[in-house]
C-alpha cells in the first residue's frame, strides 16, 4: 500500500474516532474503537475499489468482519447442540 493509500485510511478513521466514537458513552466507545481496527485486516480490499477511502468502504469491511463472526458463533453453537 502507498503512503497516499494508507493517509486516507488512516484520515478516514480518525475522523470518526475524533467525532463519533467522542460521543459514545465510554463502554461504546471502547467497543466501537476495537470495532475499527478490524478494518485494517481489509486495507488491500478498501483500496482496490480504485477510489479514495471511502466511508462506504469502512462500512462494508467491518460488517464482513461482524459476519465472519456470527458465522463462527453459529458454528460453534450448532456443535454444542449436535
Known sequence: ?????????????????????????SEDRKLFMEMIEYSDKYT????????????????????LEQQKMIKELITKLSKRTS
Do not use: Q, Y
Not at 500500500?1 to 458513552?25: C, Q, V
Open 44 to 63: 488491500d480490499a478498501i483500496n482496490a475499489k480504485g477510489e479514495p477511502f471511502t466511508t462506504e468502504s469502512l462500512f462494508i469491511a467491518l460488517i
Open 1 to 25: 500500500m502507498d503512503k497516499i493509500e494508507n493517509d486516507s485510511l488512516t484520515k478516514e478513521i480518525e475522523s470518526w474516532k475524533n467525532g463519533f466514537a467522542f460521543a459514545l458513552r
